[in-house]
């Protein structure tokens, strides 16, 4: 009777094991960011939301592990990763991407946009959807959105504030890529090219002076504890390109895939929306960080346009197919007509 009793409470308590054990180990799905882990970025609003969407949907099938800060590599070294599905996504700049795709970088053709309603229509236009094809046919590599992080860039810098052109003159500007360098050049700014992992400690130390980038990255990155002045100049487009492995995506069963797809959605519309908030309180948290705001006049901002925009574009013909950056171009310019007309 002991013996039967014994048994009788194995029995029970191996299955009590069993019944708090999942029916299957959840699979990994490692996504990997530059930005920091900070509520406040639109970057890093958009994972979370993603990973929170992708885990309640499916149960608790899949894991999504967020790699912030570079820490699983820099740029080109994850775009490699997620090409050899070390991870399956990678969510990065388009600056760092056009190293293995040039056509990418015409979407950073400075002072180009005049808002994000724009942005917004460019990035959900046909063009794009041609660019990830192109992209895939010529890399292997998979792009899914391409999504806003805190609107349109803004230079800083710890030399002067900015207002007009003649202002740049002689600054040394970390440069994302060569489209950048090209455009300090013809701005009478001097470029230093430089890893976006390597630009804290870069203007810390005065290997280079300023910067360009949307409100949310000069505050997550905390740049205003190392520069002075900051221009609202709406320079480029402030956004994130994501990507993910060909096989692992094509293996997803139909029903999971789709919500991976939905998950992009809802972290596409949540960075939108911290977009937005971002840049109604980061000017005034930046100037309680002793930063200097200077804001660029409509007649000034042309002439940046003329100047900087031009040559970018003159730039971008020498090394990109010219009948894609006319289409570029007459995308753009249709988006903004059709705003126009809607005002």
Known sequence: MKVTRKILVSVLLLTAICLSVPAYAAQTVKMALSINPDMSDPCYVMAVVFKNYVETRTGGKYAVEIY?????????????????????????????????YKPAILLNT????????????????DFVKWLFDDMYKKTGIRSVMVFDIGGLSCFTNNVRP?????????????AMDDSQVEMFRALGANAVPMAFAELYTGLQTGVVEGQVNPINITISSK???????????????????????????D?????????????????????????????????????????TITPISDENYKEFQDIGR??????SKTKIDPEIVGRFLATVEEIEKKMQGAQ
């Open 110 to 125: 400075p002072f180009m946009y005049s808002g994000d309603k724009v942005v917004h229509e460019v990035l959900e236009s």
């Open 310 to 315: 031009t040559s970018v574009l003159e730039w």
């Open 223 to 249: 740049f205003f504890e190392v520069q002075k002045y900051i221009t609202i100049s709406r320079t480029i487009l402030g956004s994130q390109w994501v990507t993910v492995n060909e096989k692992w995506y």
């Open 68 to 100: 912030p800060s570079n820490v699983i590599g820099k740029e080109r070294e994850r775009l490699e990763l997620v090409k050899a599905n070390g991870i399956q996504i990678n969510v990065g700049s388009i600056g760092g991407l056009s190293n293995i």
């Open 251 to 291: 293996s997803l069963p139909p029903a999971d895939r789709k919500v991976f797809d939905e998950a992009f959605h809802y972290g596409n519309v949540a960075a939108k929306g911290q977009s937005q908030i971002i840049q109604a309180t980061g000017i005034k948290f930046l100037e309680d960080k002793k930063m």
């Open 162 to 174: 900015i207002a007009a052109v003649a202002d740049m003159k002689g600054i040394k500007f970390r």
